[in-house]
């Protein structure tokens, strides 16, 4: 049951630092809407659906990769960082997009790639020729070890050695994910200055920031040593046999940060960044990354994104990580991504897919930073099964059928229930759509005023509304099983936050002095007790 509550007035604050406390939409741009039915998403389609992110209410959008690229990592290696990938459209195209988001209010945030390159990308090409040629320190290279073994033990997040063997140069080159993607050798002045070359190019082209990916991946130990073994536990690949403390988080990488910062500063105090950190010592990390105002304005981890199951123990460990320490920088959150399977099938069972998604919505709008909401998250869309001869990610390829895999939360989104391959294109989509997906379209949830949808409309007004949900600090109560509560304040604003994360009812009794702004699953009416997965968020009555 989800309770029909008044709307909301928005609050003139949140104009202030848009994105301190912004909710940022994730676009797939191969999976939101073919345009030229050719089966794979484009920039004219993300075009022609921009009103319908504006009528979320979220506060912009992040783009993942749609430069030009030979696609092994689908985008993520990229040959030229500063043109649009024909399958996409063209710059031209990437420039209507930007003046139609800033006309509906939204920013629009791009995806920054500084750790590799394809290895397609000229100046690989020009690197790989000789070690002498102007671009030869331009990747990591190194020597073989006397016996012909790579230079470390380092291992690839896709499975095997980080290291390919090149004849051209009678090397080896460090790759952390594909083969197809050499990794850039980010000490080298020269190269942090064509990357601030190529930051400046889309900032002047007036993208409102940066989503930087895999930044902790940008610097490995100069001196190559090796891993040490991982302590036992969960294994699919030879990446998770070691502790990744050389090829990766080098103590340069904040001061690489500080000259993305100092050419930010040049464009004015509206322009963000926000970086993907992922690994054992991801928290540590988002917060040398964002600390003291100098370096990136916030971070997310994957904290919630590869967590087992939703628990209070998760929940509270957010807290306890990020305590609101005045130099600590500023946190994001994604319970889904590009990366990740989908929340509502990682988290729950199928037949509670629908409440527990309503449950989610509301914690991810309430906890205390940024969020980010993937697409087709705000309709409950669970994973996909892709069966294997679909499959395009080269890690679910190669590690079937132990994960997962990407390829279920890239499947392309349902925009109308009765067209065929759900209104997303004319032609066989790249990816299959899920049957479920279907009855979750867009054009059912949005005629439906108890849809999910239409929820997380509401649940995004409610958070412009209030700035304790925006901005404000966040205090964690002592609770006893299932349940999680907080407070968020701002000023004289006070809320109290509550969500009993499990399938089993519990008993709760609202405090004296608070009145219900809005509830999921449970009746705000009721005296005592949460539904299963209920959830709501109370004001002081004044």
């Not at 030229?36 to 484009?42: E, L, Q």
């Not at 992110?53 to 993942?64: E, H, K, N, R, T």
């Not at 904290?303 to 920088?329: C, H, I, K, Q, S």
Request: glycine share 8%; with cysteine; proline share 8%.
């Amino acid at each position: 049951m989800t309770v029909q509550l008044a709307s909301h007035p928005v609050d003139s604050s949140a104009a202030q630092d848009w994105w301190r406390g912004a909710v940022i939409y994730q676009i797939y741009p191969r999976s939101f809407c073919d345009s030229n039915g050719d089966g794979v998403g484009d920039l004219p389609g993300v075009l022609s659906r921009l009103d319908y992110v504006a009528s979320l209410g979220v506060d912009g959008i992040w783009l993942s990769p749609f430069f030009r690229s030979p696609m092994q990592d689908f985008g993520y290696d990229i040959s030229d960082f500063r043109d649009v990938d024909p399958i996409f459209g063209t710059l031209a195209d990437f420039d209507r997009v930007l003046e139609k988001a800033h006309r509906l209010g939204l920013k629009v945030i791009i995806d920054q790639v500084y750790s590799h390159t394809s290895d397609q990308h000229a100046w690989f090409a020009e690197s790989r020729q000789s070690r002498t040629n102007p671009k030869a320190d331009w990747y990591v290279w190194a020597d073989a070890k006397p016996e012909g073994s790579p230079p470390s033990n380092w291992q690839s997040v896709f499975g095997g050695p980080a290291w390919t063997w090149d004849a051209r140069r009678g090397q080896f080159y460090l790759h952390n994910f594909l083969s197809r993607q050499p990794d850039l050798n980010v000490h080298n002045p020269e190269v942090q200055e064509a990357i601030l070359a190529t930051a400046r190019f889309w900032l002047d082209r007036g993208v409102d920031g940066f989503r930087l990916d895999a930044i902790n991946f940008s610097m490995h130990d100069p001196a190559l040593r090796d891993n040490p073994p991982a302590p036992p536990g969960k294994r699919t690949r030879s990446f998770d046999f070691q502790q990744h403390i050389h090829n990766q988080s080098h103590s340069d990488i904040p001061g690489f940060l500080k000259l993305i910062r100092a050419l930010f500063a040049t464009y004015g105090a509206d322009r963000f960044t926000v970086a993907e950190v992922g690994g054992e010592n991801a928290d540590r990390e988002m917060k040398q990354f964002t600390a003291d105002g100098d370096k990136l304005h916030s971070a997310y981890s994957f904290a919630f994104l590869y967590a087992d199951a939703l628990t209070p123990a998760v929940v509270r460990e957010t807290f306890e990580n990020w305590t609101g320490a005045p130099d600590e920088g500023w946190p994001s959150w994604a319970f889904s991504n590009h990366d990740a399977p989908r929340s509502v099938t990682r988290w729950t069972l199928p037949q509670h897919r629908e409440p527990f998604a309503r449950l989610c919505l509301l914690l991810l709008l309430s906890l205390r930073g940024n969020a980010f909401i993937y697409y087709g998250e705000e309709l409950g869309l669970p994973q996909a099964d892709v069966p294997f001869e679909r499959l395009q990610d080269p890690e679910a390829i190669a590690n079937w059928p132990l994960t997962l895999g990407r390829d279920g939360a890239r499947t392309p989104m349902p925009w109308t229930a009765q067209s065929p391959h759900a209104g997303f294109s004319e032609a066989e989509p790249w990816l299959p759509i899920s049957p479920a997906h279907f009855e979750l379209a867009v054009d059912r949830q949005d005629k439906d005023p108890g849809s999910l949808l239409n929820l997380v409309r509401r649940l995004l007004a409610l958070r412009r509304s209030q700035a304790a949900l925006r901005t404000g600090t966040a205090r964690l109560l002592p609770d006893a099983g299932p349940v999680v509560s907080f407070e968020r304040s701002e000023g004289a604003e006070r809320l109290l936050c509550v969500f009993n994360l499990s399938a089993q009812p519990v008993d709760w009794k609202l405090p004296a002095g608070w009145r219900i702004l809005e509830a999921v699953n449970t009746d705000p009416a009721a005296e005592t007790g949460l539904a299963p997965y209920g959830g709501l968020v109370a004001a002081r009555s004044t």
